[in-house]
T-cell receptor, first 111, second 112 residues
Framework: ELKVEQNPLFLSMQEGKNYTIYCNYSTTSDRLYWYRQDPGKSLESLFVLLSNGAVKQEGRLMASLDTKARLSTLHITAAVHDLSATYFCAVDQGSNYQLIWGAGTKLIIKP | NAGVMQNPRHLVRRRGQEARLRCSPMKGHSHVYWYRQLPEEGLKFMVYLQKENIIDESGMPKERFSAEFPKEGPSILRIQQVVRGDSAAYFC??????????FGQGTRLTVV
């Protein structure tokens, strides 16, 4: 059974700092997603990582995937308050888009 | 394209009543997925449907829950005889293929 673990689950940081969120998963998968969710809102797709070594960047966020280590990272550079949200990683089990989700990382960025 | 539309956004039901959650996928999308999210948790897959067919319902409770995606009209997630434990946010996602899905705003069900 595929399990997805994120850490940390909660992160409070100052503006301007860098930090990394980790997503480990337990069985082979070639497709990993990162989503952002604001309180009471829907999920916004941030990145889709499709192969080993994939790296994608959008603004201050950069995501990478190491399928051999079964690890993805979401790196935040010079954080700003607007990035405060909960970030989820989700892993595709291989068919029918049955994503298995991490518990989420609640990120609070203080001015 | 209006995006994935879910309604209602908020739904309050008394224990024992029925809840009907609707999801209109994005135009041209034939794949619909329902997920449940409990507070402070990630999403849990419930069911995957294509037009008039249930493809995978392995995440759906065996009793009281049902889903459909008719040829015409929205996809419906139906919960009969709701209990307090059914209180959650229910998200629908649609996709033109299985590569990437787009989520609706969710329906927040509260059972009192």
């Amino acid at each position: 059974e595929l399990k997805v673990e994120q850490n940390p689950l909660f992160l409070s940081m100052q503006e301007g700092k860098n930090y990394t969120i980790y997503c480990n998963y337990s069985t082979t998968s070639d497709r990993l997603y990162w989503y952002r969710q604001d309180p009471g809102k829907s999920l916004e797709s941030l990145f889709v990582l499709l192969s080993n070594g994939a790296v994608k960047q959008e603004g201050r966020l950069m995501a990478s995937l190491d399928t051999k280590a079964r690890l993805s990272t979401l790196h935040i550079t010079a954080a700003v308050h607007d990035l405060s949200a909960t970030y989820f990683c989700a892993v595709d089990q291989g068919s029918n888009y049955q994503l298995i989700w991490g518990a989420g990382t609640k990120l609070i960025i203080k001015p | 394209n209006a995006g994935v539309m879910q309604n209602p956004r908020h739904l309050v039901r008394r224990r024992g009543q029925e809840a009907r959650l609707r999801c209109s996928p994005m135009k041209g999308h034939s794949h619909v997925y329902w997920y449940r999210q409990l507070p402070e948790e990630g999403l849990k897959f419930m069911v995957y449907l294509q037009k008039e067919n249930i493809i995978d319902e392995s995440g759906m409770p065996k009793e009281r829950f049902s889903a459909e995606f008719p040829k015409e009209g929205p996809s419906i997630l139906r919960i009969q005889q709701v209990v307090r434990g059914d209180s959650a946010a229910y998200f629908c996602a649609s996709s033109p293929n299985i590569a990437e899905a787009f989520f609706g705003q969710g329906t927040r069900l509260t059972v009192v």
